[in-house]
C-alpha cells in the first residue's frame, strides 16, 4: 500500500505523550539462570527462561498463560481512549506516527518479543523510514502491554515497518522476518510463551499477500529440507495497528544489554535476496 493523504495507514492507539519514554520496567535476572526477564507486576509473567532451578518456575509461569485466542466476547473490554506513546523515532527523530511522505509502504510482522523484533527491521538502514512496536489482530481496543500479556486480548506484539519500496523491497523485509525467528512454534518464541508471541505476517494489500504466500511456501520446503516442521504463521489482511507504550518503542536502542529471545533456524529463505529497481 503506498500511503498518502487520501491513503493513510490504519493506526490507532497513537495518541502521543509530551513526556520522555518511561524507563523499562524492572529487569531481572532469572536465579539459577544467564538470560534478563521484565517481570510484570500485575500477571508475573517472564520473558526468557533460565536453566537448573530457574526451570521449573519459568514452567509454572509459562502454564497460566492461555495460548488460544479469546473470541471477541471473552476478551477484555479495552478503553476508547489510545495509551500514551512516544512522539518521535528514538533513533532517527521522525514523527513516529506520521504524517509519512508520499509513496512510502507499510508493512506489518509478528515475530515474538517485539524488542528483538523491531531492531532487526531498522537494521535494515535507509531504506526504512520509521519502525515502531504496538498491538494488533486482537479484540480488544486499545490495549496496555499488561492486557496483552495477559492472554486475554487476542492481540500479537507486531511491529509496524514503513519503508521506501524504491530502496528495499517487501520481498527483503519477508527475508528479514522469516530467517530472524522460527515460525513453526505456534502461540510461542523459545521461551516465550503465549498468544502474542506467534508467528504472523498482516497485509496491506493484494501483492503483499502474494509475496508473503509464495515466500511461506518456499520457506516452508527449505525448513522441510533441514527437519523442521510445517510452518504455522498466519497471514492475514492488516488490522487495526496499537501503538505500544513509549518506554517499548526502540526499546533495544535505548537498553543496548536488554532481553531479546528471538532465535532464528539458520535456514536460508529464497526470497528477496535481489536489490530494488533503481
Known amino acids: 500500500m503506498i500511503l498518502s493523504e487520501k491513503n493513510p495507514p490504519i493506526f490507532l492507539g497513537s495518541r502521543l505523550s509530551g513526556t520522555k519514554a518511561q524507563p523499562a520496567r524492572a529487569e531481572s535476572r532469572l536465579q539459577g539462570g544467564v538470560r534478563s526477564a521484565r517481570k510484570l507486576p500485575i500477571y508475573g509473567l517472564m520473558r526468557g527462561g533460565g536453566k537448573a532451578d530457574a526451570i521449573e518456575e519459568v514452567t509454572m509461569f509459562f502454564s497460566r498463560k492461555p495460548v488460544d485466542v479469546p473470541t471477541p466476547e471473552q476478551a477484555l473490554p479495552g478503553r476508547a ?12 527523530g521522525r514523527p513516529l506516527a506520521g504524517p509519512y511522505p508520499e509513496g512510502l509502504e507499510t508493512a506489518m510482522f509478528g515475530m515474538g518479543c517485539f524488542w528483538g523484533a523491531e531492531r532487526k527491521f531498522w537494521d535494515l538502514g535507509e531504506g526504512i523510514y520509521i519502525t515502531a512496536v504496538g498491538y494488533a489482530a486482537g479484540s480488544t481496543p486499545n490495549p496496555t502491554y499488561e492486557e496483552v500479556c495477559s492472554g486475554r486480548t487476542g492481540h500479537n506484539e507486531v511491529v509496524l515497518v ?12 519477508l527475508k528479514t522476518f522469516w530467517e530472524s525467528h522460527d515460525p513453526t512454534q505456534g502461540m510461542r518464541q523459545g521461551n516465550d510463551v503465549g498468544t502474542q508471541y506467534r508467528s504472523g505476517i498482516y497485509v496491506f494489500s493484494p501483492a503483499q499477500r502474494k509475496a508473503a504466500e509464495a515466500s511461506r511456501a518456499a520457506f516452508e520446503k527449505a525448513l522441510a529440507a533441514k527437519g523442521y516442521g510445517p510452518i504455522t504463521t498466519e497471514i492475514r489482511d492488516a488490522p487495526p495497528f496499537y501503538f505500544a507504550e513509549a518506554y517499548h518503542q526502540q526499546y533495544l536502542a535505548k537498553n543496548p544489554a536488554g532481553y531479546c529471545g528471538l532465535g532464528g533456524t539458520g535456514v536460508s529463505c529464497p526470497v528477496g535476496a535481489d536489490a530494488p529497481a533503481a
Not at 481512549?81 to 532517527?92: G, L, M, Q, V
Open 81 to 92: 481512549d489510545p495509551i500514551p506513546t512516544a512522539s518521535r523515532h528514538f533513533i532517527n
Open 162 to 173: 514503513v519503508y521506501d519500496p524504491g530502496k528495499i523491497t517487501y520481498e527483503r523485509l
